[in-house]
């Protein structure tokens, strides 16, 4: 060793003058360079074995089972209303609904002694459409089971708090969530596919992960730590013992385990459960506007602005809150308060942090212009008025193709039809209903288009365009008007706002040509 270490200094030493000259004081190294990283040893006080850590937490962490009833609709007699009808026991096409039974299994912590249990929303919630929950069960470790009443849950967090009739339980405490890095130890308990207690470990893989599915909660801690169905509600851990996270979803094509999972982070949860114990309700901000997407490559080069950075407005309620702060269909917004609109931190994110009845300051581009506007926040609605608000009926996948997208352009090309292929016509009351959109909608809809355009495939016959560029587009002239300026300004594609039946309306990035 002491030859090893003479060596070592000997090139060290050796090598002074070069490296001196080549790299002067200052200058970047290596992030890996030697010397510069603390060797991945255990901390002082780190545990060799998860062992005693488990043994003293496991029994805090419970089974939740619930019984459902789902009304099933009988299935019909496919000989109904002929000479066979009664052979085969079936029953006709307008047979009443037969119930069954159903279940769901998840998991839980408890957080106090007196029994008060944290689990997702989505471990106690109906498991089907027309299903109704008749009871809850919490197990204990020691398969003590309690029925549970229902104190709190909120589905856009997904959480849930129960409370079970006991005493002198054992129980945890929350961690903070804001300590944690990328690369601690984890530790999941929890009782994945029904089989009791399990424990399994991991590092944390990515904090403020967003998952896409949008709302104030899209912020998760991700780790490689094994979760599986039936984990949902149970604890994350660090190497002290605390609840840093409350395992929620898992990232799988089979439904098991890849080595992603997420856990709804401690600062996030501890202030929803505490609401809920003080028997408060969630409420958020609410600006009453469609997105339209981040601003990717596609759609900065449409608007000539910077990627990654804002959010596009495709919709605007006539009578929301955005609509009276002055928020237009178009609008690209790149703070909320001073705050920026990220990929990380989505305008759905900050926006629904907003507390109701509060102005939120949007700092927007219009036009390529910064707009300074202000919009009290109202309190969001519930899922289920969102859905029936936004959607406006049953989405048909998106925009894509049915076979009409290729139409040839049939030489009555309108002014724009040279430079994006289409050919489109203006919208009146008869033909917005002959499409399917509402009659409230202004724009042109598309007679054709040119199967050599960049168009193809992304918009068809029947597809209401209501502005170019954050312009309203009325005729084939407006929109003509909005495809040269494009053009004048050196903007290789426009950013067109579609939309096809009564889906909400999206924006579509389409280059122009020639």
């Not at 009988?74 to 307008?94: H, I, R, V």
């Not at 929303?121 to 809850?136: C, Q, Y």
């Not at 909120?154 to 969530?177: H, M, Q, T, Y």
């Not at 609605?381 to 290729?406: C, H, I, R, V, Y």
Request: neutral net charge; glycine residues 14%.
């Amino acid at each position: 060793m002491r030859y090893a270490y003479a060596i070592t200094g000997a090139l060290l030493l050796g090598g002074a003058t070069a490296t001196l000259a080549l790299n002067p004081s200052g200058a970047q190294v290596a992030q890996n360079e030697p010397g510069t990283i603390q060797a991945a040893v255990p901390k002082a006080g780190a545990p060799l074995s998860f062992a005693d850590m488990v043994a003293k937490l496991q029994p805090a962490v419970v089974n939740i089972s619930t019984k459902q009833t789902i009304n099933q609709p009988a299935q019909a007699n496919p000989f109904s209303g002929t000479p066979f009808e009664g052979l085969f026991g079936g029953q006709g096409g307008g047979a009443p609904s037969r119930p069954r039974e159903g279940a769901s299994l998840g998991s839980g912590f408890l957080i106090s002694p007196d029994g008060y249990v944290v689990t997702n929303a989505h471990v106690i919630a109906p498991g089907a459409r027309g299903a109704t929950v008749n009871s809850i069960t919490v197990t204990l470790s020691d398969n003590k089971e309690y029925v549970a009443k229902v104190i709190g849950q909120d589905r856009d967090s997904d959480l849930a708090l129960l409370k079970i009739e006991a005493r002198n339980l054992p129980f945890v405490r929350w961690g903070d969530s804001a300590k944690a890095r990328v690369g601690d130890w984890v530790v999941a308990i929890g009782e994945p596919f029904g089989l009791g207690g399990t424990v399994t470990a991991g590092i944390v893989s990515a904090i403020n992960r967003v998952t896409g599915q949008g709302g104030a909660y899209d912020r998760f801690i991700q780790t490689d730590a094994s979760i599986n169905q039936g984990n949902s509600g149970g604890p994350m851990f660090d190497l002290n013992g605390n609840v840093i996270g409350v395992n929620s979803q898992i990232f799988s094509q089979s439904g098991g385990n890849i080595g992603i999972g997420f856990a709804i982070p401690a600062a996030t949860a501890k202030p929803i459960i505490e609401t809920f114990m003080k028997g408060g309700t969630i409420s958020r901000g609410y600006l009453g506007v469609t997105l339209g997407g981040a601003v990717n490559d596609d759609v900065a080069a449409a608007l000539g602005i910077a990627k990654n950075q804002g959010e596009l407005i495709a919709g605007v309620e006539p009578t929301g809150p955005a609509a009276k702060g002055g928020l237009r269909p178009g609008d690209v917004v790149v703070k909320v308060n001073d705050q920026a609109v990220t990929p990380d931190q989505t305008l759905s994110y900050l926006v629904s942090n907003v507390k109701p009845g509060s102005t939120a300051r949007l700092d927007v581009l219009r036009d390529g212009k910064p707009v300074a506007l202000s919009v009290t926040a109202a309190p969001r609605p519930s899922a289920e008025q969102l859905t029936a608000t936004l959607n406006g009926g049953e989405d048909s996948g998106g925009f894509g193709t049915d076979g009409d997208d290729d139409a040839q352009d049939d030489g009555a090309t309108s002014p724009a039809g040279a430079t994006l292929g289409l050919n489109v016509q203006p919208l009146t009351p008869g033909i917005a209903r002959a499409v399917g959109v509402p009659t409230t909608v202004q724009g042109v809809v598309i007679a054709s288009v040119a199967s050599t355009s960049d168009a193809s495939g992304k918009l068809q016959r029947g597809d209401v365009i209501q502005s170019v560029n954050g312009a309203p587009v009325r005729t084939a002239a407006d929109m003509a008007r909005a495809v040269a300026a494009a053009k004048a300004a050196g903007r290789p594609q426009v950013l067109v706002l579609a939309m096809r039946g009564r889906n909400p309306a999206r924006f579509i990035p389409i280059k122009i040509k020639g």
